[in-house]
């Protein structure tokens, strides 16, 4: 009984009572508390004749401790926790709050699913410590820095083979480009990056981790040393000489926007090609074509500055001269280049000491000489050695047996005398 008596009132509440006590005991207008409280005067009257008909409760807003006029009806929650149990029981309050207004048509906010959830036990948010990060602000420009990095994940849910997705995320608006490839290596990151610039333009700076697809691994030679030269990646080569420069980051967190956006694309995407089924890369990246632009919309900021630093393609330029695999192999007297494990005859007269072999992006390889592609053929019929030809008969193994007076044979001590060295 001692409960029913006490009144839970705000701060608000309690000021507003305040003033209209001192209304009540005639020492202040209705006029000017209106005034203070900047309500009408209509307002005013009204709270003095509840006040004066309920006492101090009634200050306090009538629907407090009462169900909402606005509630959600029971049978409509109920039937939106079993959808959610049935589809979406692993999504997120977020996620799950757009499907359902998407495919059942009911309208439920984020905020009032999670609460929902969290009282049924559905959904529970895990607080993760973090250590301490230096905070770095955005770059200003769309195109000034793209983080690039590849993400190994189960994105088929095991409909599918295993992939990688190559994602591209601008600094500056959070802008995505992205791509399924079997795995992540040279030639998927060349055949992304293309599909990059060809369809925004040739960025000025590339973010990238230290993968020995995008940082090389080899020791600097003796020549590289006294040149002050490092060994660069084949990736670092290409986008080098489209004059893009490229930063390595030191950890994971220094790239973390794409390390963010890898976890976002983990949980959302793989979602939404489950519930179309998707099962194949193929189909994985015909459904990024429709996914990414929705995303882009949500997610995208707007730059703090207006200019876009991509630059064009420059004219006369081969993409794909550019963008692929190039290694110098040795030109032999006889016109051959050995590359792979396998043997080439140039068909041409050529001076040079060296070429280069390219492995295109299209499974096609070149062997050119400052830039001219020569013509080739593969030496599949290489000559054989006599010798190798020649059936080489086991020799007999002779059984040695040492003499009688050898020294294995007497006694150790017989022996010892016999090597023993003459004194000096």
């Known amino acids: 009984m001692a409960r029913e008596d006490i009144i839970a009132m705000s701060q608000r509440e309690i000021r507003r009572l305040h003033l209209i006590q001192q209304v009540l005991e005639k020492k202040i207008t209705q006029q000017e508390v209106a005034g203070i409280l900047q309500l009408s005067s209509r307002q005013i009257r009204r709270i003095v004749k509840r006040i004066r008909e309920a006492g101090e409760h009634g200050i306090c807003h009538q629907g407090r401790g009462k169900p909402s ?24 309050p977020t996620l799950a709050s757009e499907k359902l207004s998407e495919s059942k048509g009911t309208a439920i906010s984020k905020e009032t699913l999670r609460q929902w959830l969290i009282a049924e036990g559905l959904w529970k948010r895990a607080r993760k410590d973090r250590s301490h990060r230096q905070w770095r602000e955005r770059k200003g420009h769309w195109g000034e820095m793209i983080q690039v990095d590849g993400s190994h994940h189960d994105w088929l849910e095991g409909r599918g083979p295993g992939c990688v997705l190559m994602a591209y995320i601008d600094d500056a608006t959070n802008h995505v480009y992205a791509k399924f490839y079997h795995y992540e290596g040279t030639l998927p990151a060349m055949e992304s990056f293309l599909g990059y610039i060809q369809r925004y333009g040739i960025p000025q700076i590339l973010y990238l981790d230290r993968h020995s697809t995008y940082q090389s691994q080899a020791k600097p030679t003796i020549h590289e040393q006294l040149e002050g030269i490092l060994p660069m990646s084949q990736f670092e080569r290409a986008v080098g000489e489209l004059g893009v420069e490229v930063i390595h980051a030191n950890s994971p967190q220094a790239k973390g926007r794409i390390e963010r956006l890898f976890r976002t694309l983990q949980d959302r995407l793989v979602k939404e090609m489950r519930l179309l089924g998707v099962a194949t890369i193929e189909g994985a990246n ?16 707007l730059a703090a500055k207006p200019a876009d630093l991509h630059r064009p393609i420059p004219k006369g330029v081969d993409l794909k001269k550019t963008l692929c695999i190039k290694t110098e192999r040795a030109l032999r007297n006889d016109a051959t280049v050995a590359h792979h494990g396998k043997l080439y005859q140039i068909e041409e007269k050529v001076k040079a000491k060296k070429v280069f072999v390219e492995e295109r992006m299209d499974g096609q390889r070149y062997i050119t000489d400052q830039g001219r592609a020569l013509k080739y053929k593969e030496i599949t019929t290489r000559p054989v050695r006599v010798n190798e030809t020649l059936e080489r008969s086991p020799k007999a193994r002779r059984a040695i047996s040492p003499p009688a007076d050898h020294p294995w044979r007497r006694p150790y001590k017989t022996a010892q005398k016999e090597w023993a060295l003459p004194a000096t």
Do not use: S, W
């Not at 049978?75 to 926790?81: D, N, P, S």
């Open 69 to 92: 006029n606005q509630r959600i009806p029971k049978k409509v929650k109920e039937k939106i926790l079993a959808q959610y149990r049935e589809k979406y029981a692993d999504f997120g």
């Open 286 to 301: 015909t459904f990024l074509k429709t996914y990414l632009p929705v995303h882009n919309m949500r997610f995208c900021v």
